[in-house]
């Protein structure tokens, strides 16, 4: 069974930054893509940033190319999203997702269908 637990939400101004974190077993690092998708109030869900399963390639969508980092050290520890120079509409609801097959790449929110519960990121001016 996929487990993931993010962690890292929070307020920051305009500008700023924050980490968020997904905690998920070795087993899911190595035979899952992953994925950090949000969703504003209102609005779809907006995959942000994926990776191939054991993290061999990533891709962050050109709204936040230059900004948005994925990463992971090793299947032994937590994805990141790294997010630098937060942007007032970066507010949203952050998840953690996992696939086993995506249909294209880069994939869409609709190729994962693990989710964790999801922090809150707000931005302020």
């Known amino acids: 069974q996929v487990q993931l637990e993010e962690s890292g939400g929070g307020s920051v101004s305009a500008g700023g930054s924050l980490r968020l974190s997904c905690a998920a077993s070795e087993y899911t690092f190595k035979n899952y893509y992953m994925a950090w998708v949000r969703q504003a109030p209102g609005e779809e869900r907006e995959g942000v940033a994926f990776q191939t399963i054991g993290g061999g390639i990533e891709y962050v969508a050109e709204s936040v190319q230059g900004r948005f980092t994925i990463a992971r050290d090793n299947a032994k520890h937590p994805l990141y999203l790294q997010m630098d120079n937060l942007k007032l509409d970066a507010a949203a609801m952050y998840s953690c997702?996992?696939?086993?097959?995506?249909?294209?790449?880069?994939?869409?929110?609709?190729?994962?269908?693990?989710w964790g519960q999801g922090p809150q990121v707000t931005v302020s001016s």
């Open positions: 997702a996992a696939g086993r097959v995506v249909q294209s790449w880069p994939p869409t929110s609709a190729d994962f269908h693990y």
